[in-house]
């Protein structure tokens, strides 16, 4: 198996690792023909991206049988926060404050999604 690298992966390798987080493990076809519903895209380049993920280290791939099945090496948490991190240093001059308030101001929030960020809040108190 190769080792995950700290490779970010592109958009398009973030669309192939949804895939497989959602389904815990995919073939090409498997991830290729979900990928379809949303955008339109060639098999081969589909391939071709799950082989280059391979050996960046984001996927692993069993390959003992006909078809290959590929896992995603990556968590989802983990490039949820690599990407929050980035975006949070580069656009919001590494102030997660402005980042919240950007999106909470720019988006309608249910208020289920408000009790949650009242209960996170709440626990954030606490520890303090």
């Known amino acids: 198996m190769t ?9 398009g390798e973030l669309e192939i ?16 023909e979900t990928l379809l519903k949303v955008k339109d895209c ?3 380049t589909t391939l071709k991206l ?8 984001l996927v692993s791939r069993d390959d003992s049988n006909k078809i290959h099945i590929y896992t995603a090496n990556v ?3 983990k490039t949820q926060k690599q990407f929050l991190n980035k975006m949070i240093d580069s656009l919001f001059a590494g102030s997660s ?15 289920e999604e408000l009790k949650k960020i009242q209960v996170l809040l709440n626990q954030l108190k606490q520890t303090k």
């Open 3 to 11: 080792s995950v690298k700290s490779n970010k992966p592109t958009e």
């Open 17 to 32: 690792l949804q895939v497989l987080w959602n389904n815990n493990k995919a073939s090409v076809r498997t991830v290729h």
């Open 42 to 44: 060639g098999y081969t």
């Open 50 to 57: 799950m082989q280059i993920m391979f050996k960046k280290g």
């Open 75 to 77: 968590t989802r948490e």
């Open 97 to 111: 404050t402005n980042l919240v308030l950007q999106a909470l101001g720019n988006h309608k929030t249910s208020n």
